[in-house]
C-alpha cells in the first residue's frame, strides 16, 4: 500500500500536466475549426483573381486564428519540455536510489554468505545453550529473512518506479514531437497567408483613388442607418413607461450576462470593432463605428443574443434591422433580409431574426452590423459577447 501511494504520488502532478496539454489540444482543436470556417467563407468569395477588401477581411482573420494556434502550440510544447525536464530529474534520482538499494543488497548476499561459510544455519539454531535462545535464534533468522526480501521487493518497487517514469518519458517525447511537426506546419501556411496578404495590400493600395467614392459612400449610408436606429430608439426611450416586473428581471438578467452572451452569428468574425479605427488599408481614412460587423457564411442567420420582445423593425433600402428590447437595454441587428420575426414577437437567444443579407456586388460579402443601447446610450458590444 506505501508503495502504491508512493507512485500515486509521482504521477500527480504528470497527471495535471496531461490536463493541461488535453486543455490546449482542445483550445487547438476550436481554432482549427474558426480556420475551417474562413477557408470555407473565402470559397464562398468571387471565384475571380480579383482581390478585394472582403477577401482581405477574410484573410486577415485567418492570419490572426494561425498566430492564435501557433501561440497555443508553443505553449504546449513549453509545457511538455518542462515535463520531460522533471520527468528525467525524477529517473535520476530513482536511478541513484536504485544504485544504493542495489548496493545495499550486495553487501548483505555477502555479509550472508560469509556467516554461512563459517556455520550452517542448522549448526546455528543447534548450538544454542537454552530453549530461550533457540526461539531467539529462530526469531532472528526469520526477521533476517523477512528482511531480505524487503530488500529485494524495494529494489523491484524502484526498478517500477523508474519503468513508469520512462514510459511517461517516451509518451511526452512522442507528444512533444507532433506538437513540433504542428509548429512547422502552422509557421508554413502563416508564412503562406501573409505573402498573400502583402500582395493584396499592395494591389489595393493602387486603386486607392478609385475606391475613395465607394469608401465615402458606404459611410454616408452607415450614417443613415445610424441616424434611422437612433431615432427609433430615442421615441421607443420617450414613450417607455416604467418598466415591468417582468422586463427589470429580464434586464438584470441581460446585465448580469455581460461577457457571456452568445455571439449574434452561429460562425464568423468580428470584421469591424466599435469607435473610430484606422482603415485597415488606407492609412489617412479612418472609421467611425456605431456597433460591431461581424461577417460569416453566405446564408447564415442572424439570432438574438437574449430573450426579449421585437420592439421595432426598421425597412433600411433592400434589407431591415431589427430592435430586441431587454427591459431598459435593446440589441439591434442590421443588413438582415427574409425576417423570421414581426414586432411584437418574443425571442429567446439563439433564436433566428433573419437571414443575413449577402452582397453580391461585394465580393458576396455576408455581414451583420450589431449593437447595444442601454435606454439612449450606446455600448461597446465586444465586451458583451463571449470570448
Excluded at 486564428?65 to 519540455?81: A, Y
Aim: proline share 2%; glycine share 4%; net charge positive.
Amino acid at each position: 500500500m506505501k508503495h502504491i501511494l508512493y507512485i500515486l504520488l509521482l504521477c500527480v502532478p504528470v497527471l495535471g500536466v496531461a490536463q493541461s496539454v488535453k486543455d490546449l489540444q482542445q483550445e487547438q482543436q476550436k481554432i482549427q475549426q474558426q480556420i475551417k470556417e474562413t477557408d470555407r467563407m473565402l470559397s464562398q468569395t468571387k471565384s475571380d483573381k480579383k482581390n478585394t477588401q472582403n477577401k482581405l477581411n477574410i484573410l486577415n482573420q485567418d492570419i490572426k486564428n494561425r498566430k492564435k494556434m501557433i501561440s497555443s502550440i508553443n505553449t504546449e510544447i513549453d509545457v511538455l519540455n518542462k515535463d520531460i525536464e522533471t520527468l528525467n530529474t525524477r529517473k535520476q534520482t530513482l536511478q541513484t536510489e536504485l544504485e544504493q538499494h542495489q548496493a545495499d543488497y550486495a553487501h548483505l548476499v555477502r555479509a550472508t554468505h560469509y556467516a554461512q561459510m563459517q556455520a550452517s544455519p542448522l549448526l546455528f539454531l543447534l548450538s544454542a545453550k537454552s530453549f530461550q535462545q533457540l526461539i531467539r535464534r529462530m526469531r532472528y533468522m526469520h526477521e533476517f529473512q523477512q528482511y531480505r526480501k524487503q530488500a529485494v521487493r524495494r529494489i523491484q518497487g524502484v526498478q517500477t518506479d523508474i519503468d513508469i517514469q520512462n514510459n511517461l518519458l517516451s509518451e511526452r517525447k512522442q507528444d512533444r514531437n507532433i506538437a513540433l511537426e504542428k509548429q512547422k506546419s502552422e509557421r508554413d501556411k502563416l508564412a503562406q497567408s501573409e505573402r498573400k496578404q502583402q500582395a493584396m495590400l499592395k494591389e489595393l493600395k493602387k486603386k486607392e483613388s478609385n475606391l475613395s467614392a465607394q469608401l465615402k459612400k458606404q459611410q454616408q449610408k452607415a450614417n443613415e442607418i445610424n441616424r434611422k436606429i437612433e431615432e427609433m430608439i430615442q421615441k421607443q426611450t420617450r414613450n417607455q413607461s416604467t418598466l415591468t416586473k417582468e422586463q427589470q428581471l429580464i434586464a438584470g438578467g441581460f446585465e448580469r450576462n455581460k461577457g457571456l452572451l452568445p455571439w449574434p452569428v452561429a460562425k464568423g468574425f468580428i470584421s469591424g470593432f466599435f469607435g473610430t479605427h484606422q482603415h485597415p488599408v488606407y492609412e489617412h481614412v479612418t472609421i467611425n463605428n456605431k456597433g460591431i460587423y461581424l461577417q460569416t457564411e453566405t446564408n447564415a442567420s442572424a439570432r438574438a443574443v437574449y430573450e426579449g420582445e421585437v420592439s421595432g423593425v426598421l425597412v433600411l433600402g433592400n434589407t431591415y434591422a431589427v430592435i430586441v428590447q431587454h427591459g431598459n437595454y435593446r440589441t439591434v441587428y442590421s443588413n438582415l433580409v427574409d425576417l423570421k420575426v414581426k414586432q411584437g414577437d418574443k425571442v429567446v437567444a439563439k433564436q433566428a431574426i433573419g437571414r443575413i443579407y449577402t452582397d453580391a456586388d461585394n465580393d458576396n460579402k455576408t455581414e451583420v452590423f450589431f449593437q447595444i443601447y442601454k435606454d439612449r446610450t450606446l455600448l461597446d458590444p465586444t465586451p458583451w459577447l463571449a470570448q
